[in-house]
């Protein structure tokens, strides 16, 4: 699995799932924590690390599986307007 590096502190953040922006820990009052995942040449997903963790978990952590279901999921969302 490669290593998707967390952004901590990014002003922008924010989850192309679940959409949050603000850091789910009340005691931060941050940006959430995000990691960027490029899924094609010109397509990179936002996710938090909650989302990153489903997606990983589904997957069961095979790298090809992840990316194409987050593709697969990206094209559903852009059909109906959601990214
Ligand atoms: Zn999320």
């Not at 940006?31 to 989302?51: D, H, Q």
Request: hydrophobic fraction near 35%; charge should be negative; charged fraction near 30%.
């Amino acid at each position: 699995m490669k290593n998707y590096r967390t952004i901590y502190g990014l002003e922008t953040a924010k989850c192309s799932w679940c959409k949050r922006s603000l850091n789910p820990h009340p005691e931060y009052s941050e940006p959430i924590p995000v990691k960027f995942i490029e899924i094609s040449r010109n397509i990179t997903v936002t996710l938090c690390l909650w989302c990153f963790e489903q997606e990983l978990k589904e997957s069961n952590e095979f790298e090809e599986v992840f990316e194409e279901t987050l593709r697969e999921k990206y094209d559903a969302m852009k059909l109906i307007g959601l990214v």
